[in-house]
């Protein structure tokens, strides 16, 4: 009896290992798709209305429907605070102080941290420049997620059932 239960732990941890790991691709999927639209959405507060920086990306920040508005509510917070010269050392310190919050990987973290670069030092033409460039960035990297997790998504699930399944018979 002892034995049976611990091989259907083993078969249930690897299968929920599988699945997790595809669920925490899929979230990264998401929340690319989610700071494209905040991108999107920063681009109109500054274009449109001609907020200023720190008031556009608290209005982003609100606005967003996922806890991707946090960094840009943070990095609003230290743009009045006024901590540093450099907008861009402010954004990195936002992404840093949000970093554990999100499942995107190191390569897209080093991808936003590129916008930074031009916060504060551009006129409103080149901050336009600066986002949309970022939201080609982004769509790229977002196709290349979603083409990878089509091809490999269900094979993170199978490899979990699988592996679960392999040790439950070597314990028999």
């Known amino acids: 009896m002892l034995k049976i239960m611990g091989i259907l732990m083993i078969f249930t941890g ?78 990195r310190q936002a992404l840093e102080n949000e970093k554990h919050r999100y499942h995107l990987n190191d390569e897209d973290y080093e991808l936003i941290y590129e ?13 336009q420049g600066n986002i949309e460039m970022m939201q080609e960035k982004l769509k790229m990297t977002l196709n290349m997620a979603q083409k990878e997790q089509e091809k490999s998504g269900k094979l993170r699930t199978g490899m979990g059932i699988l592996i679960g399944a392999c040790i439950s018979i070597l314990i028999i």
């Open 115 to 127: 916008f930074g670069r031009g916060l504060g030092h551009v006129d409103k033409q080149m901050q």
């Open 14 to 91: 690897c299968s929920l290992t599988g699945i997790c790991i595809d669920m925490r691709y899929r979230k990264r999927i998401k929340e690319l798709e989610y700071l494209i639209y905040a991108f999107e959405y920063l681009k109109g507060e500054i274009n449109y209305r001609l907020t200023p920086l720190h008031e556009a990306c608290f209005r982003v920040g609100k606005d967003c429907r996922h806890e991707i508005g946090q960094i840009f509510i943070t990095f609003s917070t230290l743009l009045q605070a006024r901590n540093a010269e450099d907008g861009g050392a402010l954004w």
